[in-house]
């Protein structure tokens, strides 16, 4: 089962951009679906991006969608994602996950991050 370690993190002013990278420990990581998960303080954990294996199969939630950028290297087993436009909003600590199938649906990811944190200033 692969391990994943999350990098990138930090604090940020409204605007600005940061790449979150997570990396899995492994030699099976092109065969799991990744996602980029997101829990602020006080709510519940959300889903913010995932890639199918391959990579051809890419979903981002709403409040994402043309700031964010999820992308993989499977030769570094290596999962990215790219975030642009920030807002305060999207302070939270972000976790990586690794399962099966691309879903929206945490639950169904296997392995799980530490989470790294990202803040926003205003």
């Known amino acids: 089962q692969a391990q994943l370690v999350e990098s990138g993190g930090g604090l940020v002013q409204a605007g600005g951009s940061l790449r979150l990278s997570c990396a899995a420990s492994g030699r099976t990581f092109s065969s799991y679906a990744m996602g980029w998960f997101r829990q602020a303080p006080g709510k519940e954990r959300e889903f913010v991006a995932g890639?199918?294996?391959?990579?051809?199969?890419?979903r981002y939630a709403d409040s994402v969608k043309g700031r964010f950028t999820i992308s993989r290297d499977n030769a570094k087993n290596t999962v990215y994602l790219q975030m642009n436009s920030l807002k305060p909003e999207d302070t939270a600590v972000y976790y990586c996950a690794a399962g099966a199938v691309v879903t929206v649906t945490g639950p169904l990811y296997t392995t799980w991050g530490q989470g790294t944190q990202v803040t926003v200033s205003s």
């Open positions: 890639s199918s294996r391959s990579g051809s199969d890419i």
